[in-house]
Nanobody, 119 residues
Framework: QVQLVESGGGLVQAGGSLRLSCAASGRTFSSYFLAWFRQAPGKEREIVAH????????YYTDSVKGRFTISRDNAKNTVYLQMNNLKPEDTAVYFCAARPWNRSEYASWGQGTQVTVSS
């Protein structure tokens, strides 16, 4: 498993931007799929985006397509989530998660970072 630490959350007005970062420990970072999840108050946790170990494969949930970009820097053991044109409905706690390339379940999680978008 890897240890994950998120940063970059905060308060922003609608239409603004934030970039989340997630720093990971471990020597085999590039062998892990990484994802960003979010959980809003009273709602279930949902996946926002994920990225393959090489960075060539990405996925986005429909509500963030065209606004969010996931990327990774394997030399820095870091994954990013660039969030543009933020909306109030993006308000949530955002979590970074990792899974080995040959597993289906995300077993490593960060502590979460709050993103609040005001209207």
């Amino acid at each position: 498993q890897v240890q994950l630490v998120e940063s970059g959350g905060g308060l922003v007005q609608a239409g603004g931007s934030l970039r989340l970062s997630c720093a990971a420990s471990g020597r085999t970072f590039s062998s892990y799929f990484l994802a960003w999840f979010r959980q809003a108050p009273g709602k279930e946790r949902e996946i926002v985006a994920h990225i393959s170990g090489s960075g060539l494969g990405t996925y986005y949930t429909d509500s963030v397509k065209g606004r969010f970009t996931i990327s990774r820097d394997n030399a820095k053991n870091t994954v990013y989530l660039q969030m543009n044109n933020l909306k109030p409905e993006d308000t949530a706690v955002y979590f970074c998660a990792a899974r080995p390339w040959n597993r289906s379940e995300y077993a490593s999680w960060g502590q979460g970072t709050q993103v609040t978008v005001s209207s």
